[in-house]
């Protein structure tokens, strides 16, 4: 399914390439691994190859399913009647999904509350990163640079029409 050179989304790690395939030995039996070059953190990561899908790393979306993504922002409301815990657990399964446009709904989401009141760490941290993983797969599949890509995110945010009472 997957081969050195395709671009990869991980979930909670966002975007990155597959450099290479090795051989490594562990505990005495010999595995196949990819290494990902993942583009947040300029960080290479090891994995099984055999574990790639029960990890949820899917190839990167195509331009149109990219362009729904961005949808979100200009479509649709955010639920603002859950309470923080009830927003964490669905975020978090929205994120762990590594689907694009649950991942998109979490920023446009957290955005939005962001507007009415102050965000605890754990919502700003799941804000940051969704952000940063949602960019990220925008760099890949446009062939941006990662300046680039927060600008059309940015664009995309700022299309936001979401009428929230506080």
């Known amino acids: 399914m997957f081969q050195v050179g395709d671009k990869i989304f991980y979930p909670m790690h966002g975007a990155g390439i597959i450099e290479a395939m090795e051989e490594k030995e562990f505990l005495g039996e010999k595995h196949l691994y990819f290494v990902l070059h993942m583009l ?19 190839k990167i979306v195509d331009e149109q399913t990219l ?7 200009r479509n ?26 649950a991942g998109a ?16 760490t754990s919502d700003k941290i799941m804000l940051d990163n969704a952000t940063l993983n949602l ?14 890509a927060k600008e059309v995110l940015r664009q995309a945010s700022a299309r936001e029409i979401v009428k929230v009472s506080p």
Do not use: W, Y
């Open 40 to 58: 947040l953190k300029e960080l290479d990561i090891m994995v099984p190859v055999e574990k790639m899908s029960a990890l949820g790393i899917r």
């Open 67 to 73: 362009e729904q993504a961005l949808a979100v922002f």
């Open 76 to 101: 649709g409301k955010p639920d603002l009647s859950v309470n923080g815990t009830q927003r964490c657990k669905l975020n978090t399964e929205k994120l762990k999904s590594g689907d694009i446009i």
């Open 105 to 120: 709904e979490v920023v446009r989401d957290l955005q939005a509350l962001s507007k009415h009141k102050v965000l605890g």
């Open 135 to 148: 960019i990220s797969e925008i760099e890949l599949v446009r062939g941006l640079d990662r300046e680039e």
